[in-house]
């Protein structure tokens, strides 16, 4: 293990020793296959750990290897990934199993150039995923790593900036051991999430804080330096809950773009000054060819996107003559069968709406329509 050039401080060492004792149980340190640690890691990209361990269990107990998640459908992977979110990492992660299957024989390739080019692994990826799984000697970068790195070295530039990252890996790599790369790499996020954290950092519990140049300096609260983002843009979306009897209209969206893969009912963005309710008509017209009525507004619920922001308007609606003729894949389905279909989280904020709309018309029997209008002789 190399020590800090001109000094006797032993970096990797003290770190890993802080490791052995401060290491969490969670689940994907009990398996280091190259696969379920590149699920892992796949995960935790924008995911709490609490909240990944969970989905991972669930995840390998469906796809408990490549060669089956490489088989199934994507709309299944989706819906297992279903709460999880930045869907794009699972839809990533199927087409690599699949191109694991059909360009390398079912053997994932343990070289860093040839795993690179795999959809969705990027640098911090392969690092982590080599390192750990394969003992490969690369430093990993994620955001902790960043944060610990920043302040311990007395490094000023942005973080959000790519020479930043760049300086950070390469001082990493120059003191990581090669004997244990994998637990460095780990010791190093494990480090920024229980004790270098973003705010009030326990610096009397660091093994670093010796050669540390924020705490030797007072600067924990100023390091790193992060340039301010502008506020994420807010859009209204109308969104057609379109009824027809007991059943319900959804739709897939495409696989590539936003939320790929996924289910959804009709609609889309407000235009400017347009209100929800004639957005809705607007969108079904558009998607559809079809003439809806509005019939009730069932919701209004918030979500937020990495970068934008979004205000559902949900509104049960009929048609108004012909069918729908959509471009995309489709279906009719009662209320009880959306649990079969993976949907975005933002829909989800409705669900227990939609269901009270749902039970309460078709409770209202003969003597009157779904849509709570007497019936006419």
Not at 73 to 102: C, D, F, M
Not at 261 to 284: D, H, M, S, T
Not at 349 to 357: A, M, Q, R
Request: proline share 7%.
């Amino acid at each position: 293990m190399k020590s800090l050039p001109g000094s006797a401080f032993d970096p990797a060492a003290r770190l890993l020793d802080w490791f052995a004792i401060r290491r969490r149980d969670l689940s994907w340190r009990k398996n280091r296959s190259l696969y379920s640690v590149w699920v892992a890691e796949v995960m935790l990209q924008q995911t709490r750990t609490a909240t990944a361990n969970g989905y991972y269990r669930s995840f390998l107990e469906r796809f408990p290897s490549l060669a089956g998640l490489a088989a199934a459908p994507l709309p299944e992977v989706l819906k297992v990934w279903e709460g999880l979110g930045y869907y794009s990492r699972a839809r990533h992660l199927w087409l690599a199993a699949r191109a694991v299957h059909e360009n390398h024989g079912g053997r994932i390739p343990t070289s860093y150039a040839e795993f690179r080019k795999l959809p969705g692994v990027g640098e911090y990826t392969a690092a982590a995923v080599l390192s750990i799984a394969c003992g490969q000697a690369l430093a990993a970068v994620d955001g902790n790593v960043l944060r610990v790195v920043c302040r311990w070295r007395g490094i000023e530039t942005d973080i959000r900036s790519r020479h930043t990252r760049d300086a950070v890996r390469a001082f990493l790599q120059e003191i990581i051991p090669p004997a244990a790369p994998g637990e460095f790499n780990e010791a190093m996020m494990e480090l920024g999430a229980l004790v270098c954290t973003t705010k009030n950092p326990v610096c009397g519990e660091c093994p670093l804080r010796t050669n540390c140049h924020a705490y030797r300096r007072g600067l924990t609260a100023v390091l790193p330096f992060k340039s301010r983002r502008p506020p994420p843009p807010l859009f209204p979306v109308a969104l057609a809950v379109i009824v027809r009897g007991s059943r319900l209209y959804i739709q897939q969206r495409p696989e590539q773009g936003h939320l790929g893969g996924l289910w959804e009912f009709p609609g889309g963005k407000c235009r400017a000054g347009e209100k929800p309710e004639r957005a809705v008509v607007r969108e079904c017209r558009e998607e559809l060819a079809a003439e809806v009525e509005v019939l009730a507004k069932l919701a209004q619920v918030g979500h937020a996107y990495s970068h934008f922001h979004i205000v559902l308007h949900v509104f049960a609606c009929r048609l108004r003559g012909s069918a729908p003729c959509p471009l995309r894949p489709h279906a009719w389905v009662q209320f009880a069968e959306l649990r079969h279909y993976p949907f975005p989280a933002a829909n989800h904020k409705f669900f227990s709406k939609l269901k009270e709309y749902m039970d309460k018309n078709l409770a209202l029997g003969a003597g009157r329509t779904l849509y709570g209008k007497k019936k006419t002789k």
